[in-house]
């Protein structure tokens, strides 16, 4: 069989494979079942001589073969579905810009971009999706997205290690901050000193029990609190549950009875946010989606 036999519908699965990372999640995410999916991915790799997948007890990673294929069957499944846009009468989409951005980003950041953008270039259409790092990294390879919206902690590795490398640019590095009750008191002062974090309460995100928690303490925090959504962590500060952590971007959305206040003292824990894209020729749509959020990033 030669590679020219692929299916579309091949092509599509493999798409969602490389975007979700476990043929798990592809199969849900597509409506098939597992073994549906595992037939397809099989067939495109006859078709393509070589595997295209290297299966992994965390899911999957694509060989240097399947990386090849995507980039091909992004370009193709993308045609195909404008051109049946065209078939049908619909207008094309050549000012949509496909945005990812990560949890803390969507309370101040896009909102102030995207109103920004609309202002300046409202024919320029913008379609977003929240996600985890791997999630957003994985859906910019396989075409899915434009740009992504990455936060990046110390030592500041790259997002992935997959090749062509991605194509990052460094919108602002700032200091984490906390954010503590308005009646603690840590809040009378104007910073927080290191050593007052010792024995604190803190609110943290499910996946990780660092995720909220002050990274430089010496000593293993007290989770009192998980949840992933930064407006209910920010209510139980508000409500005296415990403390968390926030980027500086996130202090205008606060609601009230909190401060946000920097920490001295110990190592410092810097921030950054990336925009990531595929290395290549940038359109003009995105370029201006760029700036848009270049500027709301250096916004005070």
Known sequence: MAFTDASLTALRVFREVAEHGTLTAAATALGYTQSAVSRQIAALERAA????????????RLTSAGRIVLRRA?????QVDAGARELAGLPGEPGTVRLG???????????RALADLRRA???????TREGSTPALVRALRAGALDLALLGSAPPFRPPDAETPALDLRILTERALRVAVPAAHPLARGDYIDVADLH?????ASPESTGMGAWPGLDERPEIAHTARDWLAKLTLVAAGCGLTTVPV??????????????????????RRLILA??????PEPVARLAQAL?????SP
């Open 199 to 203: 024995g604190q309460r803190w609110i």
């Open 277 to 282: 894209r595929l290395p290549g020729p940038t």
């Open 121 to 127: 270039h409202p024919e320029i259409t913008v379609t």
């Open 74 to 78: 992004a370009a193709v499944v993308d």
């Open 101 to 111: 951005w990560f949890a803390s980003a969507g309370a101040v950041l896009l909102p």
């Open 49 to 60: 001589g070589a595997p295209l997948l290297e299966r992994r007890h965390d899911g999957v």
């Open 249 to 270: 971007m996130l202090a205008p959305a606060v609601p009230e009875g909190i401060r946000v206040l920097p920490v001295r003292g110990g190592p410092q824990e810097q």
């Open 294 to 298: 270049r500027r709301a990033a250096l």
